[in-house]
């Protein structure tokens, strides 16, 4: 009786941290949708709460072929530089590649499991595990999160491997949402490029030098008016170049053929 309260204290207990930590990595990810904001504090958490150590996110280095340590909680900058993982190679790189959670019991015994980014030096005595899962973004394996698991614990393996899958679809709605972000910033880029370009050309048109956004949107509006038959009336002071906005509206206008008066 005495055995069984305590496992269902224990079993209490890790709820609580857990329903904890979910709360937490959600008003993160309210807080704004860049992964780098919010990453690191993740995984901070997932060290913190529920004792799963040096997290790591592994993304597509955007300098080479292969994948690196993007983000990670626990890690020197020596670690993360040396965390970097070619499709298939090692168990990172074998999630990355097959798009499956891997479980190494005891990384010692494990050949295919590098040791790559941390010493073993540097990690518990005794058996210690890593688990690695996959990130997808619409179907396509993005990435993996790893961490390293002490195994002699109360808290069951399971546990831990939800958490890690509802931290791994968060960070992929993260990614998801940044690039569908970044798609349509780029688009808005493009369409701005072409507007400028549209007036620059205008600008050499009608012998006007500038590129201030008051200079622009004077431009804009001779171009609006310049099919009206209405007069149009110019004001400002002597030397701000008037004549040149009247010669611009004279050269947008259907009477651009006829003299200028």
């Given at each position: 009786?005495?055995?069984?309260a305590?496992?269902?204290?224990?079993?209490?207990?890790w709820?609580t941290q857990?329903?904890?930590?979910?709360?937490?990595?959600?008003?993160?990810?309210?807080k704004g949708?860049?992964?780098?904001?919010?990453?690191?504090?993740?995984l901070?958490?997932l060290?913190?709460?529920?004792?799963?150590?040096?997290?790591?996110?592994?993304?597509?280095?955007?300098?080479?072929?292969?994948?690196?340590?993007?983000?990670?909680?626990?890690?020197?900058?020596?670690?993360v530089a040396?965390g970097?993982?070619?499709?298939?190679?090692?168990?990172?790189?074998?999630?990355?590649?097959d798009?499956?959670?891997?479980?190494?019991?005891?990384?010692d015994?494990?050949?295919?499991?590098?040791?790559?980014?941390?010493?073993?030096?540097?990690?518990?005595?005794?058996?210690?595990?890593?688990?690695?899962l996959?990130?997808?973004?619409?179907?396509r394996?993005?990435?993996?999160i790893?961490?390293?698991?002490?195994?002699?614990?109360?808290?069951?393996?399971?546990?831990?491997?939800?958490?890690?899958?509802?931290?791994?679809?968060m960070v992929?709605?993260?990614?998801t949402l940044?690039?569908?972000?970044?798609?349509?910033?780029?688009?808005?880029?493009?369409?701005?490029?072409?507007?400028?370009?549209?007036?620059?050309?205008?600008?050499a048109?009608?012998?006007?030098?500038?590129?201030?956004p008051?200079?622009?949107?004077?431009?804009?509006?001779?171009?609006?008016?310049a099919?009206a038959?209405?007069?149009?009336?110019?004001?400002?002071?002597?030397?701000?170049?008037?004549?040149?906005f009247?010669?611009?509206?004279?050269?947008?206008?259907?009477?651009?053929?006829r003299?200028?008066v």
């Amino acid at each position: 009786m005495e055995e069984r309260a305590s496992n269902a204290t224990s079993s209490t207990y890790w709820r609580t941290q857990e329903m904890f930590l979910i709360q937490e990595v959600m008003n993160l990810v309210g807080k704004g949708l860049h992964l780098d904001q919010v990453a690191r504090e993740m995984l901070h958490l997932l060290s913190e709460i529920v004792g799963l150590n040096r997290g790591r996110i592994v993304l597509k280095d955007p300098d080479g072929a292969g994948y690196r340590i993007a983000h990670s909680y626990g890690l020197t900058r020596e670690e993360v530089a040396r965390g970097r993982y070619a499709p298939g190679e090692g168990i990172t790189g074998r999630v990355i590649q097959d798009g499956h959670l891997v479980i190494v019991q005891d990384i010692d015994n494990d050949p295919v499991f590098l040791g790559r980014a941390v010493e073993r030096a540097r990690l518990p005595r005794g058996a210690v595990s890593f688990l690695a899962l996959p990130i997808r973004v619409e179907q396509r394996t993005v990435g993996a999160i790893a961490c390293h698991r002490i195994r002699h614990r109360e808290r069951p393996l399971s546990d831990d491997l939800t958490l890690l899958r509802i931290i791994a679809t968060m960070v992929s709605q993260l990614l998801t949402l940044n690039e569908r972000v970044e798609r349509k910033t780029r688009a808005l880029e493009e369409h701005n490029d072409m507007l400028a370009r549209e007036l620059r050309i205008k600008r050499a048109r009608y012998g006007i030098i500038g590129t201030s956004p008051a200079l622009l949107r004077a431009l804009v509006q001779v171009e609006k008016v310049a099919d009206a038959t209405a007069s149009v009336l110019l004001l400002g002071e002597s030397g701000t170049g008037k004549e040149l906005f009247a010669r611009a509206l004279h050269l947008a206008s259907p009477r651009r053929d006829r003299p200028f008066v």
